[in-house]
Structure formats: structure tokens, C-alpha cells
């Protein structure tokens, strides 16, 4: 079972739209993440939230908007992205403080760009 | 910067073999923390097992084990009586202690013969 639930699992979305990813764990994980894969690549961290505060932006473009409205929760938001933005957006959490704790990841977006 | 280094794009294994995937790594650190993560088909990441730096005892779990070299900054993957559904791509990750960045080796995908 999947303990980090990712909605929704595909997104086909034009260059003008807006819509947003959605993220939930209930594991109490106090740090979550978005990362960006694309095909048979490594996973590109794009943002940390520690306790629902921002704590790594690795130079995101601001077309992607993250937010983390609770402990449980957390959100990207698209707008007038390009096609190269087409990937496998990924969510994770870990807990805060044990570095040793790893990443806990949802089943992915696949989105498509057009 | 730490860079994590996995040096076999493809390997394949016959069902019930041993096989091993390497994984190198460049830090000037003595705390951190290394991951083997499986990304099957289906696109979760999943914890296959996790070595930190200060011990010297190689972790376990099941059929999974690692060789840990510190001086060699080498952290290879043992999979023993490998199944069909350790078909995979395989991640080596490194993090620090203090920090939310986990670095991922390119990958290497398994295949697995019946």
C-alpha cells in the first residue's frame, strides 16, 4: 500500500491551463518534497517544505508554485508550462531530524505538457 | 559537491542467480547516510535498504545486502536469489547529515531472466 497518495495519477494539460498536483501523507512526516523525473533519469529535487515552511527552492521557474497548506498536505501548482516540462512529478516525505530516515515516495503525476 | 556515480547503465541476472550493481560515491564528509531505491515499472520508489556512514556492520534485509568500503567510498548492492519482480530500476542515494538534499546515482536497470 502506498502510504503517500498522489493525485492525479495522469495530466494532459495545454500550455495555457492552470491545475494543480495534490499530495497527502499521514505517516506524520514533518518534511515533504516535489521532485521532477524524467524518462530513465534520476529523480531532480525541485522543493523541500520543513514544518509547512519552504525550505529548498532549486531554482524551480515560477510556472511550478508549491504549497503546503498543512502538515499532511502538500500541493504544486501549474501554470503556462512548456512542453520539456512533460514528466513524472514525484512526492515524498521524511521524517525531520533523522538523517537516516529515508524517502517515503507517492505513485507519481505523469504529466503531458501540449 | 558530493556526486554519486552508478556505473552500469543495464544488468541482467538469470531467476534464482546473484547479482550486484556497483555504486561510487565522492564526498569530503564523515556523516552521511546511503540508500538503494527500486523503481519498478509501476513508478514507486521504494526503500531497498539504507547503510549509515559510521557503521561499519554491512546492512541487511532479506535478500538485499551491501558492501559498504568507506576509505573506497564504494556502495555496492547484493541482490541473492534474485526474482522476477526484482525487476527494476535501481537508484544509489546519498545524503548528508543536515540537510533535506538527497543525491541519486543515474540508475541502473535490471533485468531479470526466467
Known amino acids: 500500500d502506498t502510504e503517500v497518495t498522489q493525485t492525479p495519477k495522469h495530466l494532459v494539460m495545454g500550455m495555457t491551463n492552470k491545475k494543480s498536483l495534490k499530495c497527502e501523507q499521514h505517516m506524520g512526516h514533518r518534511a515533504m518534497y516535489w521532485y521532477k523525473q524524467k524518462a530513465k533519469k534520476p529523480p531532480e529535487l525541485m522543493f523541500v517544505?520543513?514544518?509547512?515552511?519552504?525550505?529548498i527552492n532549486e531554482s524551480v521557474p515560477s510556472r511550478f508554485s508549491p504549497e503546503c497548506p498543512n502538515s499532511s498536505l502538500l500541493n504544486l501548482h501549474l501554470h503556462a508550462l512548456q512542453p520539456e516540462d512533460s514528466a513524472l512529478y514525484l512526492c515524498?516525505?521524511?521524517?525531520?531530524?533523522?538523517?537516516?530516515?529515508?524517502?517515503?515516495f507517492g505513485n507519481g503525476t505523469r504529466l503531458t505538457v501540449t | 559537491a558530493q556526486t554519486v556515480t552508478q556505473s552500469q547503465p543495464e544488468m541482467s541476472v538469470q531467476e534464482a542467480e546473484t547479482v550486484t550493481l556497483s555504486c561510487t560515491y565522492d564526498?569530503?564528509?564523515?556523516?552521511?547516510?546511503l540508500f538503494w531505491y527500486k523503481q519498478p515499472p509501476s513508478r514507486q520508489m521504494i526503500l531497498v535498504i539504507r547503510?549509515?556512514?559510521?557503521?561499519?556492520q554491512n546492512a541487511t534485509e532479506n535478500r538485499f545486502s551491501v558492501n559498504f568500503q568507506k576509505a573506497a567510498k564504494s556502495f555496492s548492492l547484493k541482490i541473492s536469489d534474485s526474482q522476477l519482480g526484482d525487476a527494476a530500476m535501481y537508484f544509489c542515494?546519498?545524503?548528508?547529515?543536515?540537510?533535506?538534499?538527497?543525491?541519486f546515482g543515474t540508475g541502473t536497470r535490471l533485468k531479470v531472466l526466467a
Open positions: 515524498a516525505s521524511s521524517q525531520v531530524g533523522s538523517y537516516n530516515s529515508p524517502l517515503h
Open positions: 564526498t569530503s564528509e564523515s556523516d552521511y547516510y
Open positions: 547503510q549509515e556512514a559510521y557503521k561499519q
Open positions: 517544505y520543513s514544518y509547512e515552511k519552504l525550505s
Open positions: 542515494a546519498y545524503r548528508s547529515s543536515g540537510t533535506y538534499k538527497y543525491i
